[in-house]
């Protein structure tokens, strides 16, 4: 009796996800546990993994296609064994009977399939295997038809990247298989491409999950919850020569400005509990850890790792998991474990050259601080006039949770922490 296999619940936010690609073809043996498809999730590609064993009788659904958490994408069962129609499930009781209960709250975290299992279900990915790139950019140039081994990357180390497609000239690689045309209409293009002139005057892209998942998540916060901004300026002169000494050690990961930043804003939470809250409705919840939430850009949107316990742990340990965190973000190869239950956050856009700006809670934190580039400027200092590396911070607070006094006294130890950073080791 043919076994049911339905879109699993990947991460606990997780209400649809896209079916990228499919691991195996109908008609291939499947063990417990293989890789059967890869899921576009509302925050990372995750693997569908097989409950039962058998063959692959049917997919269901097309690769491309986004379906809710629950509906019925694959039918496994014993080896030509009939379906109806070729495609009608078995009856609801029975497969519900021979159905493994998914835990939804547990991730897929089966490791990647071999190069061998690979090249039974996508041939073509097999010819680009050597070539560094994307999650993303790899799955749009195989859609495209365009070998990635003919682009030069300008991602991290050489990676090919989205955006190293625009403007590729399309090119099919020998050995692919033809999609389905029902596949190539519903796999959408997360991003727009600027088409030649004389071209269609718009393009329309369909969300993907991540943009769906950024959009609720705005709604939620920007329109019901009641925010304030405290804005504050902090000389960096300390904080420089402390991040050169560390430097000048040569040892260990390279520790950023960002790094020496979560470090103090975790240990002025450990001082200011009143700011290391959730909104839960019908209660506050002040958490007796810190687990501060960092802001990553990656293709899609946006997604905010979380460096659990950041208060306890050393400026080389942070560096080191905000480096790993940042670089499996990029990649989309985080666990829901790992950019879920931050308790404040914090996102910078220094390194773009703004000065300053407000930045969105993200719910159910009560706040975020953001932070702006380190520019020398001449300020007043010890009565004269001086040139200063000077940083702008801007709190944004859930004034159900915050009250102003509450967030500047929390905005001016962060200040203290950052003019004098010895205290952070102290």
């Excluded at 991460?11 to 896209?18: A, C, L, V, W």
């Excluded at 943009?211 to 504050?232: E, H, M």
């Excluded at 002040?286 to 946006?302: K, Q, T």
């Excluded at 931050?342 to 050259?353: E, I, K, P, R, Y």
């Amino acid at each position: 009796m043919a076994t049911k296999v339905v879109m699993e619940a990947l991460s606990p936010t997780m209400e649809e996800g896209r079916l990228v690609e499919w691991k195996k073809g109908e008609g291939e043996p499947v063990a417990v546990g293989d890789v059967l498809a890869e899921v576009e999730t509302d925050k990372a590609v995750m693997e569908l993994v097989a409950r039962a064993g058998g063959t692959l009788l049917k997919q269901v659904v097309a690769a491309g296609a986004t379906v809710p958490v629950s509906q019925l994408v694959a039918l496994i069962g014993e080896a030509g064994e009939a379906v109806e129609n070729g495609a009608a499930p078995p009856k609801e009781e029975e497969a519900q009977a021979t159905q493994p209960t998914p835990d939804r709250n547990r991730p897929v975290s089966t490791p990647p399939a071999p190069p061998a299992q690979a090249a039974a279900a996508a041939p073509a990915r097999e010819v680009t295997g050597r070539v560094k790139a994307s999650p993303l950019a790899r799955r749009l140039a195989a859609e495209r038809g365009i070998e990635l081994g003919a682009i030069r990357g300008s991602g991290p180390e050489g990676r090919v990247v989205v955006r190293d497609l625009e403007g590729a000239s399309a090119q099919r690689a020998a050995v692919a298989p033809a999609p389905a045309p029902a596949a190539r209409a519903a796999a959408p293009s997360p991003r727009p491409v600027m088409p030649a002139p004389g071209g269609p005057p718009y393009t329309d892209v369909p969300l993907s999950q991540i943009r769906k998942t950024i959009a609720k998540r705005l709604v939620q916060s920007i329109g019901p919850i009641p925010t304030f901004y405290l804005t504050t300026e902090v000389d960096m002169e300390r904080a420089w020569d402390a991040r050169e000494a560390l430097k000048a050690l040569g040892e260990g990961p390279k520790v950023s400005f960002n790094d020496i930043i979560l470090k103090a804003v975790a240990t002025a939470l450990r001082q200011h509990p009143a700011c290391n809250a959730w909104w839960q409705d019908d209660r506050i919840r002040y958490w007796n850890e810190v687990h501060v939430s960092m802001a990553v850009a990656i293709e899609e949107g946006l997604i905010t790792p979380v460096i659990r316990h950041t208060d306890l742990k050393s400026l080389r340990e942070i560096a080191a998991e905000s480096q790993d965190l940042a670089a499996r973000a990029r990649e989309r190869r985080l666990t829901p474990e790992e950019y879920t239950g931050g308790t404040f956050s914090v996102s910078n856009l220094g390194m773009l050259d703004i000065d300053e700006f407000t930045a969105v809670i993200n719910p159910p934190e009560a706040g975020i601080v953001a932070i702006g580039r380190i520019v020398e400027k001449p300020v007043a200092h010890e009565g004269q006039m001086a040139i200063r590396r000077r940083m702008r911070l801007t709190m944004s607070c859930d004034h159900r949770v915050i009250d102003g006094a509450t967030g500047a006294q929390f905005l001016k130890t962060l200040k203290t922490m950052l003019e004098n950073p010895l205290a952070l080791v102290w």
